[in-house]
C-alpha cells in the first residue's frame, strides 16, 4: 500500500482519490470545498493544512494543482524529503525552477516523477533525444473558450518555443513541457482556436537521426473543459506502475 497526500483538489485530484481511496491519506486546497470532496470520496476527513502534509509520513505527494502552487509549494514538498508527481508540467518549461527543483530532489534523496498527461509517446521521444532530435513541433487545437478567448473563425493564437506557451497558456499547454523534457529540446509550438472543435487536440512531429514521428491525440475533455481524460488517468497509470513489478518504457 501506498501512502499519498494530494494538493489540489479538482478534477485531477478527484480521481486521484476515487482510485487510491484507502492509499490517499491527506488532501490539501487553498479552496476548502474542494478539499471536503475528496474528504467525502475517500469517507475519511483528510483535509490537512500545506504545513502538516508536508511533516506527515508520505510517500508520495501528487502535485494537481497549478504552475503556481509548483514554483511555491512543490520546493517544500521536495526539502521535506517528499517524492512527488507533478501534473501542472508547465511550470518546468521555467528551466531556473527546473534546476532547483532537481537540486532539492536529488540533495533530499527523492524522485519528480511527470506523467505523460495529456498526450503520449515521451517514451518513443525520450530515445529517440539520445539519438538525435533536430526538429520537434507540438500543434494544439482548442474550442476558444477553453483557451479564454472570444473569436468565431479558425484562428492560430500563438506560435513560438514551449517556454513562451507556457506564459501565454499556463491551463493549456502543459503537455508543450512534458514534449521539450522528454526532447531535451524546447518544442516550437502552434496553438490553433478553433470554435468548431470540442475535444482537444494535439499533434506532434519530431524528426531526427532515427527517423520521422507524427502522434495525433484526439482528447475528450472531462468535467474541466480543460483537462483531458486522459490526462489524469495518465497520473493514475504512473502511480500503479510504482507500484507494479513491471515497468513498461
Ligand atoms: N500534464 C498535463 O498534460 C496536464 C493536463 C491537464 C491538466 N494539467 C494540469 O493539472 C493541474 C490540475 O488540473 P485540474 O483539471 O485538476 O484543475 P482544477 O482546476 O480542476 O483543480 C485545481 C485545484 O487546485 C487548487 N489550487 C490551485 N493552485 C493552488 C495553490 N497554489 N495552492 C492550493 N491549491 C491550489 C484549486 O483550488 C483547485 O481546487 C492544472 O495545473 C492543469 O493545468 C496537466
Known sequence: MMK?????????????????????????????KNMEKISKIVNRDINCSFEKIIKMDLDLIVESASVEAVRDLVPKVLENGKNVLIMSVGALADSQLLSKLKKLASGNNC?????????????????????????????????????GIKIIKEKIVFEGH???????????????????LAADKEAYVRIIADPSVDTNIHEI????????????????????????????????NLIKSLKSEILIY
Open 205 to 236: 512531429y519530431v524528426e531526427g537521426s532515427f527517423g520521422k514521428m507524427n502522434l495525433i491525440f484526439n482528447n475528450l475533455p472531462s468535467e474541466n473543459k480543460r483537462t483531458s481524460i486522459l490526462a489524469a488517468f495518465s497520473a493514475v
Open 111 to 147: 524522485k519528480i516523477y511527470i506523467p505523460h498527461g495529456a498526450i503520449g509517446g515521451l517514451d518513443a521521444v525520450k530515445t529517440a533525444s539520445s539519438l538525435g532530435i533536430t526538429k520537434i513541433v507540438l500543434t494544439t487545437r482548442k474550442n476558444p473558450e477553453v483557451l
Open 4 to 32: 499519498i497526500g494530494i494538493i489540489g483538489c479538482g478534477y485531477i485530484g478527484s480521481v486521484i482519490a476515487e482510485n487510491f481511496k484507502d492509499e490517499v491519506l491527506a488532501c490539501y486546497d487553498r479552496n476548502m
Open 162 to 180: 514551449a517556454s513562451e506557451a507556457v506564459k501565454k497558456f499556463p491551463k493549456n499547454i502543459n503537455v508543450s513541457a512534458a514534449l521539450s
